[in-house]
């Protein structure tokens, strides 16, 4: 049901994270209000500054609050001096992951005219769909084998979770086609020929495509299809993959579309969704106002398209829909960051998107 006001859990995090999320917030209020939406906001304190002063990376009761917001945006997390004891890398947003169940993360890439490229290719609009919750990620705090001779990691898949991640992957080629005019296409990508984990999963592929007889799939082996992702990337429509692959095929797949500043994300279960540019803090350009705004932003559209299908709400889906034309408008004519070849700042540029927002282009 439509509802008059939306939460919102604000996770600005570290480094850019907290300038980015400034700026997404700023086109994210403007958007909704443009449509008649309500966003509340609430912030929370977490990662790895919030550890240095507190002792803890994210506390319970802010963990517990996300569950209760429509949707969580967050900027980004960890910094490279601060660390756990064993020297691992503060990282909340894992937490956040594994408490929520998040077992999707969806990185739509899509290729803004005046956004440079190295590849050769002119209508890229992909969502890469990445399995979050198992496959290597899933044996890695099992106990490592005692000895300084080998070691291993075990590559799990089940039923239960590849069955819910091929129902989002169908599920939003329909969408994808019915909103965008997109083929309605799904490509897996694996290892069938050599991990047994793999052609189980390619199994569950066959079963769910047998499900949705409307869309049109593919299977490929994941090495010809990192190298098509390159050479051919306006063949696909959506991409879905497990765990690890999916890892570095959405960082070939951002950096088709011009990098990580303008690639965003949203990590979701059936019941939550956190939302995020794809990029990192960023210490090297960190407090120096320089940080591209654009992946945040897009990221802020993400979660007014997923508020707008779990409440069936026109009007989200509709400030979705504007912020990516003012952001694609802008990135066409410009100010653009130094990451795109430009010379703005991330002020310039989010007053800009909000001015192509407020004029309707
Ligand atoms: P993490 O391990 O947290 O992903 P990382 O150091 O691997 O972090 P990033 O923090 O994403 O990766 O930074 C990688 C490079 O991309 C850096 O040189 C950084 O300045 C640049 N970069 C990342 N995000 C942006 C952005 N929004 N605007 C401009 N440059 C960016």
Same mark, same amino acid.
């Given at each position: 049901?439509?509802?008059?006001?939306?939460?919102?859990?604000?996770?600005?995090?570290?480094?850019?994270?907290?300038?980015?999320?400034?700026?997404?917030?700023?086109?994210?209020?403007?958007?909704?209000?443009?449509?008649?939406?309500?966003?509340?906001?609430?912030?929370?304190?977490?990662?790895?500054?919030?550890?240095?002063?507190?002792?803890?990376?994210?506390?319970?009761?802010?963990?517990?609050?996300?569950?209760?917001? &429509?949707?969580?945006?967050?900027?980004?997390?960890?910094?490279?001096?601060?660390?756990?004891?064993?020297?691992?890398?503060?990282?909340?947003?894992? &937490?956040?992951?594994?408490?929520?169940?998040?077992?999707?993360?969806?990185?739509?890439?899509?290729?803004?005219?005046?956004?440079?490229?190295?590849?050769?290719?002119?209508?890229?609009?992909?969502?890469?769909?990445?399995?979050? #919750?198992?496959?290597?990620?899933?044996?890695?705090?099992?106990?490592?084998?005692?000895?300084?001779?080998?070691?291993?990691?075990?590559?799990?898949?089940?039923?239960?979770?590849?069955?819910?991640?091929?129902?989002?992957?169908?599920?939003?080629?329909?969408?994808?086609?019915?909103?965008?005019?997109?083929?309605?296409?799904? #490509?897996?990508?694996?290892?069938?020929?050599?991990?047994?984990?793999?052609?189980?999963?390619?199994?569950?592929? &066959?079963?769910?495509?047998?499900?949705?007889?409307?869309?049109?799939?593919?299977?490929?082996?994941?090495?010809?299809?990192?190298?098509?992702?390159?050479?051919?990337?306006?063949?696909?429509?959506?991409?879905?993959?497990?765990?690890?692959?999916?890892?570095?095929?959405?960082?070939?797949?951002?950096?088709?579309?011009?990098?990580?500043?303008?690639?965003?994300?949203?990590?979701?279960?059936? #019941?939550?969704?956190?939302?995020?540019?794809?990029? +990192?803090?960023?210490?090297?350009?960190?407090?120096?106002?320089?940080?591209?705004?654009?992946?945040?932003?897009?990221?802020?559209?993400?979660?007014?398209?997923?508020?707008?299908?779990?409440?069936? &709400?026109?009007?989200?889906? +509709?400030?979705?829909?504007?912020?990516?034309?003012?952001?694609?408008?802008?990135?066409?004519?410009?100010?653009?960051?130094?990451?795109?070849?430009?010379?703005?700042? #991330?002020?310039?540029?989010?007053?800009?998107?909000?001015?192509?927002?407020?004029?309707?282009?």
């Amino acid at each position: 049901m439509a509802r008059n006001r939306y939460e919102v859990a604000l996770l600005p995090g570290d480094g850019i994270g907290l300038e980015v999320t400034d700026a997404a917030v700023a086109v994210l209020t403007d958007a909704a209000e443009q449509h008649g939406v309500t966003l509340s906001y609430a912030t929370y304190d977490a990662g790895a500054a919030y550890y240095r002063v507190s002792g803890e990376a994210i506390s319970a009761a802010s963990m517990s609050a996300l569950g209760e917001a &429509d949707a969580v945006l967050l900027g980004a997390m960890g910094l490279p001096d601060v660390r756990y004891p064993d020297g691992t890398e503060i990282a909340p947003q894992i &937490d956040v992951r594994e408490h929520y169940g998040l077992f999707a993360s969806l990185r739509p890439c899509r290729l803004f005219p005046g956004v440079p490229t190295r590849v050769r290719a002119e209508a890229v609009d992909m969502l890469i769909i990445r399995e979050l #919750t198992e496959g290597l990620f899933a044996g890695r705090h099992d106990p490592a084998e005692p000895s300084d001779e080998r070691a291993s990691d075990r590559l799990t898949i089940t039923r239960a979770t590849s069955e819910k991640l091929f129902e989002v992957a169908f599920a939003q080629a329909k969408r994808r086609r019915r909103l965008h005019g997109t083929p309605g296409h799904v #490509t897996l990508l694996d290892k069938a020929n050599v991990l047994r984990s793999n052609a189980f999963l390619r199994k569950l592929f &066959d079963e769910a495509a047998a499900r949705h007889p409307d869309v049109a799939t593919a299977r490929l082996y994941i090495d010809a299809g990192a190298m098509m992702l390159v050479t051919n990337p306006e063949r696909f429509d959506v991409v879905v993959t497990e765990n690890i692959f999916g890892d570095i095929t959405s960082e070939i797949a951002a950096g088709v579309v011009g990098g990580l500043g303008v690639a965003p994300s949203g990590d979701v279960s059936e #019941t939550h969704g956190v939302f995020q540019p794809s990029h +990192g803090t960023a210490p090297d350009i960190a407090g120096r106002g320089v940080a591209n705004p654009v992946a945040a932003i897009l990221s802020a559209a993400m979660l007014l398209d997923w508020i707008a299908e779990r409440h069936g &709400d026109p009007r989200c889906a +509709g400030a979705a829909a504007s912020i990516r034309t003012a952001t694609g408008a802008v990135l066409a004519r410009g100010p653009r960051t130094r990451d795109l070849g430009g010379d703005a700042g #991330t002020l310039e540029v989010t007053r800009a998107i909000r001015t192509a927002l407020a004029a309707g282009a």
